[in-house]
T-cell receptor
Framework: DPKIIQKPKYLVAVTGSEKILICEQYLGHNAMYWYRQSAKKPLEFMFSYSYQKLMDNQTASSRFQPQSSKKNHLDLQITALKPDDSATYFC??????????????FGAGTRLSVL | QQQVRQSSQSLTVWEGETAILNCSYENSAFDYFPWYQQFPGEGPALLIAIRSVSDKKEDGRFTIFFNKREKNLSLHIKDSQPGDSATYFCAASASSGSWQLIFGSGTQLTVMP
């Protein structure tokens, strides 16, 4: 059974709309992250959270807003969608912050296509 | 400029051969280097990792060779199997106070039966 659940698996949106990507982890981890994987680009770190608190934000645009309603949830709201936002978005988690000491586990991703 | 570079976008080997995937990095502060394996439709999964205090890490058929002076490392997959066909990502982090992994762009490995 997958321990990090991302919903939906595929998402098609129109330019200018807003979408929420869902992530829940059942590993009992305290840290959660969002990464993005675009065509022809490496996996790119976006956000890290620890105990529901934002720790690091490497996303230049305020159109991307993580939301943590519970310790094991970290959703990603994207507003005013653009075609360039088309990518696979991966949620990840680790026992605690600090990737050198804690293994990062990834969900299966949400593939977003913006038309 | 990419901080972690994987020299080959794709690599094809025959079953039973040793596949060698190369990686280099820019930042001297990086001291933790995991390799992730990703199958189509799935997220990346940690395969094996090394810290900069070591020059070799072995786990079954998978071995990392690390050269701190040259700032490069390689993943060797011995006795490659068709089930090893996947994309392999080299990543790096400065373990002190770092909350993000920096990934390379990946090498797609195909093992022919």
């Amino acid at each position: 059974d997958p321990k990090i659940i991302q919903k939906p698996k595929y998402l098609v949106a129109v330019t200018g709309s807003e979408k929420i990507l869902i992530c829940e982890q059942y590993l009992g981890h305290n840290a959660m992250y969002w990464y993005r994987q675009s065509a022809k680009k490496p996996l790119e770190f976006m956000f890290s959270y620890s105990y529901q608190k934002l720790m690091d934000n490497q996303t230049a645009s305020s159109r991307f807003q993580p939301q943590s309603s519970k310790k094991n949830h970290l959703d990603l709201q994207i507003t005013a969608l653009k075609p360039d936002d088309s990518a696979t978005y991966f949620c990840a988690s680790s026992q605690d912050l600090g990737v050198g000491q804690n293994t990062l586990y990834f969900g299966a991703g949400t593939r977003l296509s913006v038309l | 400029q990419q901080q972690v570079r994987q020299s080959s976008q794709s690599l094809t080997v025959w079953e039973g051969e040793t596949a060698i995937l190369n990686c280099s990095y820019e930042n001297s502060a990086f001291d933790y280097f995991p390799w992730y394996q990703q199958f189509p439709g799935e997220g990346p999964a940690l395969l094996i990792a090394i810290r900069s205090v070591s020059d070799k890490k072995e786990d079954g058929r998978f071995t990392i060779f690390f050269n701190k002076r040259e700032k490069n490392l390689s993943l060797h997959i011995k006795d490659s199997q068709p089930g090893d066909s996947a994309t392999y990502f080299c990543a790096a982090s400065a373990s002190s106070g770092s909350w993000q992994l920096i990934f390379g762009s990946g090498t797609q490995l195909t093992v022919m039966p």
